[in-house]
Nanobody, 119 residues
């Protein structure tokens, strides 16, 4: 069975940092690009960052590229999102996504982890 399990969310004051993790199992992790998305209640899901299957290419939304860092460990089958200089507008549920590259066509989602940034 395919599983993506996020962890590391919680409450933090503005300017603080959090590191999110997404542990994967049940599919060929090394052949999947991994992404982080976020969604606030009543708003559309928003792409945060993408990392290619081998970790050689990363992309970020413009509003986050200088504060967030996506990385992965293909041995541990885990993708990370380091979030720095957090702002109240970063408050959302953060979810990880796996999308196959090449001949792999799976598309999987985790349940998400809540991040709340407030004073």
């Amino acid at each position: 069975q395919v599983q993506l399990v996020e962890s590391g969310g919680g409450w933090v004051q503005p300017g603080g940092s959090l590191r999110l993790s997404c542990a994967a199992s049940g599919f060929f992790f090394r052949n999947y690009a991994m992404s982080w998305y976020r969604q606030a209640p009543g708003k559309e899901r928003e792409l945060v960052a993408i990392i290619s299957s081998r970790g050689g290419t990363t992309t970020y939304a413009d509003s986050m590229k200088d504060r967030f860092i996506i990385s992965r460990n293909n041995v541990k089958k885990t993708v990370y999102l380091q979030m720095n200089s957090l702002k109240p507008e970063d408050t959302a549920v953060y979810s990880c996504n796996a999308r196959g590259e090449g001949s792999f066509h799976g598309d999987y989602w985790g349940q998400g982890t809540q991040v709340t940034v407030s004073s």
